[in-house]
Nanobody
Framework: QVQLVESGGGLAQPGGSLRLSCAAS????????MNWARQAPGKGLEWVSG????????YYADSVKGRFTISRDNAKNTLYLQMNSLKPEDTALYYC??????????????WGQGTQVAVSS
């Protein structure tokens, strides 16, 4: 069955960096687009970033553009999110999601359990 397991969350200081990983299994990773989404305490779900199946196109929410970088290693079935210049408002539970699309996005059909990111001094 489809499994998405996020890791790499933790506590970071403002201005610091974290790298999230998502290990995928149970489907052909190289055929689907992938996303990162997050949910801050007391707030709704926010899409953060997406990447096409072959990594040729990446997209970002305005709130993270220029600070976060999404990437993937199809040989390792792993999705990444490099987060730099972290701000307290980046504090959230971060989810890896599998998209229904390949070269493009059609909505997410599977979600991981999430990894917590806290940004505080």
């Amino acid at each position: 069955q489809v499994q998405l397991v996020e890791s790499g969350g933790g506590l970071a200081q403002p201005g610091g960096s974290l790298r999230l990983s998502c290990a995928a299994s149970g489907f052909t990773f190289s055929e689907v687009s992938m996303n990162w989404a997050r949910q801050a305490p007391g707030k709704g779900l926010e899409w953060v970033s997406g990447i096409w199946n072959d990594g040729s196109n990446t997209y970002y929410a305005d709130s993270v553009k220029g600070r976060f970088t999404i990437s993937r290693d199809n040989a390792k079935n792993t999705l990444y999110l490099q987060m730099n210049s972290l701000k307290p408002e980046d504090t959230a539970l971060y989810y890896c999601t599998k998209d229904l699309g390949g070269r493009g996005f059609r909505g997410s059909d599977y979600w991981g359990q999430g990894t917590q990111v806290a940004v505080s001094s």
